[in-house]
């Protein structure tokens, strides 16, 4: 079975300029999305109380509410969470422990099954956004010094950009359909900073060894042959690991589902930008044969 | 090309040995109960006939009995026969035998004499509670501060040298003197205490503990805040809890599987102790009310009197070296053994004969303020007069509490006490507490979506890359074997975004496999051997193979760096996968290919799905 008989001939580079001005209004969607709607950052970022309730009838969020407040609780987020028998409670404040909130809530509801409570104080949530950031930044200066000492500086840099497209992208998107962002969702956000890479190497890896085997062919036509002989591999390594991260979404429950999201977003950007971006990028920095090549220095023989 | 049997060898035993290694994983738990005599080493035979026979009786006889480490394990088949055990065990051997819950691995021995046992499961896939506590060493820093400052004192008056005020910083602890000879007081300081960093500011000059010293202090006052909530969590019975340092201040406590959630929370997270204070008599409590108690005095309510009580303890928690709570004519009490610090008490009685003296009860509590706008977690020392009795003799190293409110009260007392003090005070600033269920259906919903997540690709491979597919099947399912194998030998727990980062790597690691055969197609295409394009294949695709995990590999470390808890345990699961997964992709299946097509030499046809 193949589904690339031939290899393509899909003249990408040609493109570049337009898959540009694709990639500045994805960007420009991402950043407005997140400054209009705000980010929803999950309890390990802001502090609080969340209860996960299993009952035994199926329930409406409305009629739990109105319990909750009639019983002088109304700050409370009530939502419904993986079944129709689940619910999800989340208060901004924390004005009781543990136990006096349990006891409260089964005063309540007297059958229902307390499954979970998170309370997480507010510092907590401050120290973890900071390290949060700290890795992100971390990552980024890594894998690029990583590239920067593999290839060459060009082609950190153009990789670099590509790299900054998977998280504004991921976050735009939860912030445009107002998904909770939380502490595994920023996981999955770091290891796409990490996996989107590999496609680039490889796309890098092909360009430099092109350049080894078709001395006389122009930069522009190495980088589009190379992108063309690896777009089989790219796509089904994508594919095969989007069958996966799909099937941690579908049935990974609903702890997963924030984390498995971010991953689908993030493989499928990321295929994109490693393409285009890093591709087009370092061509237009001024990619040439001699840059990546060192030229061999003379030997004394040849000199006589 | 006909492999070496060095090569044969190593593939069989890594593969031996991650099979073996995660075999115990297979056998399950069981609750448990656990027994150990109260006194001696052993459980003494009779008693444990009794107690087996008490067990028929109530048709709650054990799966199976093993013996542990002087402890007897009696496994279940299901929680509720565990807990009826527990319970008919203590009722009727109360005296004998310390009973606990605990969840233990159906794995046989075996398997453990060769150091092999079963993944550690955290909490979010097995319940129990977890609490992130936050050590307050600033207030130990103070107090350190304000002790250095007496000795200061005492040195600048015995050289005669005058300072216009000392006071300490409690932001930093810093110490600040004012004086009009800054140098000299500095030079004095210096030099009578070498640890401490001195610096002059104008007419300031500022003391500060140096900062091996301040790493010093914290690092004391961890480890003996943990000690302290070790043997705290040891009386609470609750096995496999683990506390851990976290960061610089922090430490994270993990208690799986405990089922009396309230009781665990108000132990770990209580600080109580007692102080004993002789009563003021030279001042009048009525009036201290409305005008403030005097120096050297505290006022406090007892049975709703307002009463003055010297402010300097005659007794404090530090002293008692042992406490048990009994019941005396029905009311309950506390008995208390002191230790270092006895000699002082007896004298102090002593020389008080005929003086009532407090009892005090100090709790450290939490609440919240709004500083700001923004919610702030703090705490406060709840006092509570227990008891006041007029000493009628000199107070040797034993004596009893009474006026305790009720049996409850006075067991947990007792049990802080024997636990000793916290070395510093503690906030609660996370805790988060799973359900047993939720538990299971979190590994229910893992294992899940491993099964279809590994099936899909499995089937995928198997359909496009034929035989090549079904050996990188084969890669795949000893990477699986590999991961677990690892996590059970290095005791990591396992964790929902563990098995997350176990899904995720099967797919990461099928990458090299396509990488692969897609270059021996590749070959194949432009009329290379078959052979020779295997060889070319796995050569040219190795090096972009390592490439391109590496950049994976470091966001993973930099994540495990980061990270704690469950970050923590996906990261690791990802690093293991993609490093045991350069060893299945590539060894493993060069060997099994290779030995599959040595013989056909020359051969062009491949199967490999073109």
Same mark, same amino acid.
């Given at each position: 079975?193949?589904?690339?008989?031939?290899?393509?001939?899909?003249?990408?580079?040609?493109?570049?300029?337009?898959?540009?001005?694709?990639?500045?209004?994805?960007?420009?969607?991402?950043?407005?999305?997140?400054?209009?709607?705000?980010?929803?950052?999950?309890?390990?970022?802001?502090?609080?109380?969340?209860?996960?309730?299993?009952?035994?009838?199926?329930?409406?969020?409305?009629?739990?509410?109105?319990?909750?407040?009639?019983?002088?609780?109304?700050?409370?987020?009530?939502?419904?969470?993986?079944?129709?028998?689940?619910?999800?409670?989340?208060?901004? %404040?924390?004005?009781?422990?543990?136990?006096?909130? %349990?006891?409260?809530?089964? %005063?309540?509801?007297?059958?229902?099954?307390?499954?979970?409570?998170?309370?997480?104080?507010?510092?907590?949530?401050?120290?973890?956004?900071?390290?949060?950031?700290?890795?992100?930044?971390?990552?980024?200066?890594?894998?690029?010094?990583?590239?920067?000492?593999?290839?060459?500086?060009?082609?950190?840099?153009?990789?670099?950009?590509?790299?900054?497209?998977?998280?504004?992208?991921?976050?735009?998107?939860?912030?445009?359909?107002?998904?909770?962002?939380?502490?595994?969702?920023?996981?999955?956000?770091?290891?796409?900073?990490?996996?989107?890479?590999?496609?680039?190497?490889?796309?890098?890896?092909?360009?430099?060894?092109?350049?080894?085997?078709?001395?006389?062919?122009?930069?522009?036509?190495?980088?589009?042959?190379?992108?063309?002989?690896?777009?089989?591999?790219?796509?089904?390594?994508?594919?095969?690991?989007?069958?996966?991260?799909?099937?941690?979404?579908?049935?990974?429950?609903?702890?997963?589902?924030?984390?498995?999201?971010?991953?689908?977003?993030?493989?499928?950007?990321?295929?994109?930008?490693?393409?285009?971006?890093?591709?087009?990028?370092?061509?237009?920095?001024?990619?040439?044969?001699?840059?990546?090549?060192?030229?061999?220095?003379?030997?004394?023989?040849?000199?006589? | 090309?006909?492999?070496?049997?060095?090569?044969?060898?190593?593939?069989?035993?890594?593969?031996?040995?991650?099979?073996?290694?995660?075999?115990?994983?297979?056998?399950?738990?069981?609750?448990?109960?656990?027994?150990?005599?109260?006194?001696?080493?052993?459980?003494?035979?009779?008693?444990?006939?009794?107690?087996?026979?008490?067990?028929?009786?109530?048709?709650?006889?054990?799966?199976?009995?093993?013996?542990?480490?002087?402890?007897?394990?009696?496994?279940?088949?299901?929680?509720?026969?565990?807990?009826?055990?527990?319970?008919?065990?203590?009722?009727?051997?109360?005296?004998?035998?310390?009973?606990?819950?605990?969840?233990?691995?159906?794995?046989?021995?075996?398997?453990?004499?060769?150091?092999?046992?079963?993944?550690?499961?955290?909490?979010?896939? =097995?319940?129990?509670?977890?609490?992130?506590?936050?050590?307050?060493?600033?207030?130990?820093?103070?107090?350190?501060?304000?002790?250095?400052?007496?000795?200061?004192?005492?040195?600048?008056?015995?050289?005669?040298?005058?300072?216009?005020?000392?006071?300490?910083?409690?932001?930093?602890?810093?110490?600040?003197?004012?004086?009009?000879?800054?140098?000299?007081?500095?030079?004095? /300081?210096?030099?009578?205490?070498?640890?401490?960093?001195?610096?002059?500011?104008?007419?300031?000059?500022?003391?500060?503990?140096?900062?091996?010293?301040?790493?010093?202090?914290?690092?004391?006052?961890?480890?003996?805040?943990?000690?302290?909530?070790?043997?705290?969590?040891?009386?609470?019975?609750?096995?496999?809890?683990?506390?851990?340092?976290?960061?610089?201040?922090?430490?994270?406590?993990?208690?799986?599987?405990?089922?009396?959630?309230?009781?665990?929370?108000?132990?770990?997270?209580?600080?109580?102790?007692?102080?004993?204070?002789?009563?003021?008599?030279?001042?009048?409590?009525?009036?201290?009310?409305?005008?403030?108690?005097?120096?050297?005095?505290?006022?406090?309510?007892?049975?709703?009197?307002?009463?003055?009580?010297?402010?300097?303890? /005659?007794?404090?928690?530090?002293?008692?070296?042992?406490?048990?709570?009994?019941?005396?004519?029905?009311?309950?009490?506390?008995?208390?053994?002191?230790?270092?610090?006895?000699?002082?008490?007896?004298?102090?009685?002593?020389?008080?004969?005929?003086?009532?003296?407090?009892?005090?009860?100090?709790?450290?509590?939490?609440?919240?303020?709004?500083? =700001?706008?923004?919610?702030?977690?703090?705490?406060?020392?709840?006092?509570?007069?227990?008891?006041?009795?007029?000493?009628?003799?000199?107070?040797?190293?034993?004596?009893?509490?009474?006026? /305790?409110?009720?049996?409850?009260?006075?067991?947990?007392?007792?049990?802080?006490?024997?636990?000793?003090?916290?070395?510093?005070?503690?906030?609660?600033?996370?805790?988060?507490?799973?359900?047993?269920?939720?538990?299971?259906?979190?590994?229910?919903?893992?294992?899940?979506?491993?099964?279809?997540?590994?099936?899909?690709?499995? /089937?995928?491979?198997?359909?496009?890359?034929?035989?090549?597919?079904?050996?990188?099947?084969?890669?795949?399912?000893?990477?699986?074997?590999?991961?677990?194998?690892?996590?059970?030998?290095?005791?990591?727990?396992?964790?929902?975004?563990?098995?997350?980062?176990?899904?995720?790597?099967?797919?990461?690691?099928?990458?090299?496999?396509?990488?692969?055969?897609?270059?021996?197609?590749?070959?194949?295409?432009?009329?290379?051997?078959?052979?020779?394009?295997?060889?070319?294949?796995?050569?040219?695709?190795?090096?972009?193979?390592?490439?391109?995990?590496?950049?994976?590999?470091?966001?993973?470390?930099?994540?495990?760096?980061?990270?704690?808890?469950?970050?923590?345990?996906?990261?690791?699961?990802?690093?293991?996968?993609?490093?045991?997964?350069?060893?299945?992709?590539?060894?493993?299946?060069?060997?099994?290919?290779?030995?599959?097509?040595?013989?056909?030499?020359?051969?062009?046809?491949?199967?490999?799905?073109?």
């Amino acid at each position: 079975m193949e589904f690339f008989r031939k290899t393509t001939c899909i003249d990408f580079m040609r493109l570049r300029k337009h898959s540009l001005v694709i990639s500045l209004l994805l960007l420009v969607f991402s950043v407005g999305s997140i400054m209009h709607n705000g980010l929803r950052l999950g309890l390990d970022f802001t502090g609080g109380i969340q209860v996960e309730l299993h009952f035994p009838n199926i329930v409406e969020t409305a009629n739990i509410r109105q319990s909750l407040e009639a019983n002088n609780e109304p700050e409370v987020q009530v939502q419904s969470y993986g079944t129709a028998r689940d619910i999800l409670l989340k208060f901004q %404040k924390i004005n009781k422990n543990q136990d006096e909130f %349990k006891q409260s809530l089964l %005063k309540i509801f007297p059958n229902v099954e307390i499954r979970r409570i998170d309370i997480v104080g507010p510092q907590i949530g401050e120290e973890l956004l900071n390290d949060g950031m700290l890795a992100v930044f971390l990552s980024v200066i890594a894998t690029m010094a990583y590239i920067a000492i593999r290839f060459e500086y060009r082609f950190a840099i153009s990789a670099a950009l590509s790299l900054i497209h998977d998280p504004v992208l991921i976050l735009g998107i939860f912030a445009f359909f107002k998904l909770e962002f939380n502490l595994i969702s920023l996981a999955a956000l770091l290891t796409i900073l990490g996996y989107s890479l590999n496609d680039t190497i490889v796309v890098y890896d092909r360009i430099r060894e092109a350049f080894k085997i078709y001395p006389e062919k122009k930069t522009f036509d190495i980088v589009n042959l190379s992108i063309n002989q690896t777009l089989s591999r790219t796509i089904m390594t994508s594919g095969l690991t989007l069958m996966v991260v799909l099937a941690l979404y579908i049935w990974g429950g609903p702890t997963l589902s924030g984390f498995a999201l971010a991953l689908i977003i993030g493989i499928l950007v990321g295929t994109y930008s490693s393409i285009y971006i890093a591709g087009g990028f370092a061509v237009a920095l001024g990619l040439s044969r001699e840059t990546l090549i060192k030229p061999k220095k003379q030997s004394l023989a040849g000199t006589v | 090309m006909k492999k070496s049997w060095s090569a044969y060898l190593l593939v069989g035993i890594v593969t031996l040995v991650s099979c073996l290694y995660s075999l115990p994983n297979i056998y399950g738990e069981a609750p448990a109960v656990e027994i150990s005599p109260t006194v001696g080493e052993q459980v003494p035979e009779n008693i444990l006939n009794k107690v087996k026979v008490s067990l028929k009786n109530q048709n709650t006889f054990p799966e199976t009995i093993k013996q542990q480490n002087g402890k007897i394990i009696l496994m279940f088949d299901s929680p509720s026969k565990q807990i009826k055990a527990k319970s008919i065990i203590s009722q009727n051997f109360n005296s004998r035998l310390n009973t606990n819950l605990n969840i233990v691995s159906r794995s046989p021995a075996w398997l453990s004499s060769i150091g092999a046992d079963p993944m550690k499961l955290g909490l979010d896939l =097995r319940g129990g509670i977890h609490l992130l506590l936050s050590v307050d060493i600033n207030s130990m820093l103070l107090t350190q501060a304000q002790n250095n400052v007496k000795e200061i004192q005492a040195v600048l008056n015995l050289k005669g040298i005058k300072t216009k005020g000392i006071e300490v910083n409690p932001g930093n602890s810093a110490i600040k003197i004012q004086s009009q000879n800054p140098k000299l007081v500095a030079k004095t /300081i210096s030099d009578k205490f070498q640890n401490m960093e001195v610096t002059v500011n104008n007419s300031e000059v500022e003391v500060e503990l140096g900062t091996t010293e301040k790493k010093n202090i914290s690092d004391y006052v961890m480890e003996k805040t943990i000690a302290t909530l070790n043997k705290r969590v040891n009386e609470l019975g609750v096995a496999e809890a683990v506390i851990q340092r976290q960061g610089f201040d922090q430490v994270a406590v993990d208690l799986p599987g405990i089922q009396d959630a309230a009781r665990a929370h108000s132990i770990i997270g209580k600080t109580a102790t007692l102080r004993f204070y002789l009563q003021d008599q030279q001042h009048d409590p009525i009036k201290a009310q409305k005008d403030g108690a005097p120096s050297g005095t505290r006022l406090y309510y007892f049975k709703g009197q307002p009463i003055l009580l010297e402010d300097k303890p /005659i007794l404090t928690g530090d002293s008692i070296a042992y406490a048990t709570s009994t019941m005396a004519e029905g009311s309950p009490l506390v008995v208390i053994r002191l230790g270092q610090g006895g000699n002082a008490f007896n004298s102090a009685t002593s020389k008080n004969i005929g003086r009532p003296m407090a009892s005090v009860y100090v709790e450290r509590k939490q609440h919240i303020n709004m500083v =700001r706008g923004q919610p702030i977690l703090s705490s406060y020392n709840y006092e509570r007069i227990i008891n006041i009795a007029t000493i009628q003799s000199a107070l040797g190293n034993n004596f009893q509490i009474t006026g /305790i409110r009720s049996p409850e009260e006075a067991s947990d007392l007792a049990l802080l006490l024997r636990s000793g003090a916290l070395a510093a005070p503690i906030n609660i600033v996370q805790e988060t507490s799973i359900g047993p269920s939720l538990g299971q259906d979190n590994i229910n919903q893992g294992i899940l979506s491993l099964q279809i997540g590994s099936g899909l690709v499995i /089937i995928f491979m198997l359909l496009y890359y034929r035989l090549f597919g079904l050996v990188a099947n084969l890669a795949i399912s000893l990477n699986i074997v590999m991961i677990v194998a690892a996590l059970s030998l290095i005791g990591m727990t396992l964790t929902l975004p563990g098995i997350a980062g176990i899904v995720l790597t099967v797919g990461m690691a099928v990458d090299a496999n396509v990488l692969i055969n897609e270059r021996i197609r590749e070959e194949l295409r432009k009329g290379v051997s078959g052979l020779a394009s295997i060889k070319a294949g796995y050569e040219q695709a190795f090096a972009t193979i390592v490439d391109s995990n590496v950049t994976t590999l470091i966001v993973a470390i930099i994540l495990f760096a980061l990270g704690s808890g469950s970050i923590r345990g996906f990261a690791v699961t990802l690093i293991i996968g993609l490093l045991s997964s350069l060893f299945t992709s590539v060894t493993f299946t060069r060997l099994i290919v290779d030995t599959i097509y040595h013989k056909d030499k020359g051969s062009n046809k491949l199967s490999i799905g073109i």
